[in-house]
């Protein structure tokens, strides 16, 4: 027998599915995840000052004030991040392209470029014979960053509007306004435990691979800090991406420094499972099967800020069906 549930919950549910069902059908990824990631600053800055002792006109306006700030910050990291990363990674290329080569030749392999300019000359060539899918690429990301946009100030706007009055109940209107009101929160408090272990893993993890990188005196090393941290706010796929990059900057000294490189790695992230178990676990408790398979249907889905929010989506609905009455 079914659990009973009233009718404003069921039609507060039907709209959860349907605004999820949206932001897959049209790609709205980026612009949910910019909404939740400033919301979730703002609501916490708030929620700190008030406890404080801040009186809430000056706990709101401040927080904004930290927002701004925090945005600011990280968007001087991420552009820093940027430039490093055209700047280093043509001399990283150059530098891992004959250490490659020389490896190819010892296993008996044949690379289809010798050097950087030759990378350079497919790339470009590829790029012609692409046009059009190069012009779409470039479409998504000015889109992109439109949504990001959009959803920045969609949470500010929620977060400086002031709290409805109450509404008058007895109507089906006033209880699917107090539902949809509760799942948000419950949505928006899923993000916030998800994410917030997500950050202090990510950053665990940048200040252990920035000790090892420091300790042997490994290029590039501005740029691969920032490479762990950024790509640590992606699960899984971000380790392995950042992961490629620090091994290919060790090829660039020599074939022991990599190997010793791809060792630590490895070392590192079998801590960081037991880290994340501790962390993650002790937050959400939600085993690492579900949560592999929740991964790989929000990348087929949303692609990076897909995986982004698996998690999130995967503990959301575990809570709703907490709340669920028993039949």
Known sequence: MLPTVPAPRKVAYA???LSLFAVARFNLGPCLLAGLFSYMILNRTDRLLLSSGVKPFVARWCSLGLFIVVAGLLIF???????????????LMDRVLPR?????????????????????????SAAKEN?????KTSGLLTRGFFQIVVGIAVAVLRFLSPEPAPLEQGHLYSELHHEGRHRAALFIGSFERVMGAQIVIAAINALATAVFLISVGMPFLTFLVLATFICGMVPIAGNIVSNVVIVAAALTRSNHLAVAALVFLV??????YFLNSRIVGARIHLPMWATLLALLVGEALLGVPGVILAPTLLYYVREELRLVPPS
């Open 15 to 17: 709209l959860v599915v």
């Open 77 to 91: 990291i991420f552009a820093a991040f940027i430039r490093l990363g055209l700047e280093r990674l043509p001399i």
């Open 100 to 124: 490659l080569d020389e490896l190819a030749a010892r296993v008996g392999l044949q690379l289809p470029i010798d050097n950087t300019r030759e990378l350079r000359d497919y790339i470009l």
């Open 131 to 135: 046009a059009q899918a190069v012009s």
């Open 267 to 272: 070392a590192v992230h079998k801590a960081e």
